[in-house]
Nanobody
């Protein structure tokens, strides 16, 4: 069973940056298209960034140009660099397989990102 552990969240002011990390426990992790998701209070979980096995990336419109997803297959890790953070980015962030292309694994605990002045 793949275990996913997200880290790097925190409380920041608008305009600041955070870098999230997601470590996977199984080798199969590196052969999957991956995504970062977020869930704000009272809202459904949404996919905000994705990366293919080959490193091609895609972003939802609200984060395009501000967030960058990357992966280090040797370390079984996926990253999300978040710049110019806005209050509306406040949510719990999760990583998992890109649900558009394969079944997701069990969800990790996520990492809380709070953007507030």
């Amino acid at each position: 069973q793949v275990q996913l552990v997200e880290s790097g969240g925190g409380l920041v002011q608008p305009g600041e940056s955070l870098r999230l990390s997601c470590a996977g426990s199984r080798i199969i992790f590196r052969f999957a298209p991956m995504g970062w998701y977020r869930q704000a209070p009272g809202k459904q979980r949404e996919l905000v960034a994705s990366i293919t096995i080959d490193g091609n990336t895609n972003y939802t419109g609200s984060v395009n140009g501000r967030f960058t997803i990357s992966r280090d297959n040797a370390k079984n890790t996926v990253y999300l660099q978040m710049n110019s953070l806005k209050p509306e980015d406040t949510a719990v962030y999760y990583c998992n397989a890109d649900a558009r292309y394969r079944q997701v694994w069990g969800w990790g605990q996520g990492t809380q990102v709070t953007v507030s002045s």
